[in-house]
Nanobody, 117 residues
Framework: QLQASGGGLVQAGGSLRLSCAAS????????WGWFRQAPGEERTLVAR???????DYADSVKGRSTISRDNATNTVYLRMSSLKPEDTAVYYC?????????????WGQGTLVTVSS
């Protein structure tokens, strides 16, 4: 089970930090990702961090976002700054477990971020 938190209403130019914690079992090799979905749009990747800790960002948030993971607590964070109204969306965390022969995807429930202009 993944539990996301940290969303809310933020003014443009502000910042926030999203968190997502996995519980219920132990994961071995896995990657984390944050996705977002605005009304009427598809869900898209915002940032991801692989098991080795290498981050990757969508161009739209590059330079103003940081994804990090805490393997001890099975938690992923996304810090976003210089927020823009177009960052408004429901943000979802995703854990991709690498089993070697297959991968398993786990999704969080989503947390709403609203950026006011």
């Amino acid at each position: 089970q993944l539990q996301a938190s940290g969303g809310g209403l933020v003014q443009a130019g502000g910042s926030l930090r999203l968190s997502c914690a996995a519980s219920g079992r132990t994961f071995s090799s896995y990657a984390w990702g944050w996705f977002r979905q605005a009304p009427g749009e598809e869900r898209t990747l915002v940032a991801r961090v692989l098991s080795g800790g290498i981050p990757d960002y969508a161009d739209s948030v590059k330079g103003r976002s940081t994804i990090s993971r805490d393997n001890a607590t099975n938690t992923v964070y996304l810090r976003m700054s210089s927020l823009k109204p177009e960052d408004t969306a429901v943000y979802y965390c995703k854990l991709v477990e690498n089993l070697g022969y297959a991968t398993l995807d786990y999704w969080g429930q989503g947390t709403l971020v609203t950026v006011s202009s």
